[in-house]
Nanobody, 124 residues
């Protein structure tokens, strides 16, 4: 059971990237998935997470309007489209599946099956 994030890289401020999160060993469609990031010297931050029960997606204030969560269950993959990237978006990005029901949005301790992250660097 594993999730693997990919699609990171070096991009200039104002640029775009699309991250992918592929699942192996389980059907991703059965779980709410979250995107998280960890910048150097900082804690893990919830970026965008699906709400269970069809409640839409949560976005952190810092990315709302710039990032978009989507999924393709036929490919067992979710995506994070990141536009208008800023230097402060630089971080390792991870995806994970929600394993504990919660009334809170995008809290990392409710998630599991963390895979290796993908590094996003926004710099000129």
């Amino acid at each position: 059971v594993q999730l693997q994030a990919s699609g990171g890289g070096l991009v200039q401020p104002g640029g775009s990237l699309r991250l992918s999160c592929a699942a192996s060993g389980f059907s991703l469609g059965r779980y709410a998935i979250g995107w998280f990031r960890q910048a150097p010297g900082k804690g893990r931050e919830g970026v965008s997470c699906e709400r269970q029960g069809g409640g839409g997606e949560y976005y952190a204030d810092s990315v709302r309007g710039r990032f978009t969560f989507s999924r393709d269950n036929t490919k067992n993959t979710v995506y994070l489209q990141m536009n208008s990237l800023k230097p402060e978006d630089t971080a390792v990005y991870y995806c994970a599946r929600q394993i504990y029901p919660s009334t809170s949005d995008c809290e990392s301790f409710d998630y599991g099956s963390w895979g290796q992250g993908t590094l996003v660097t926004v710099s000129s």
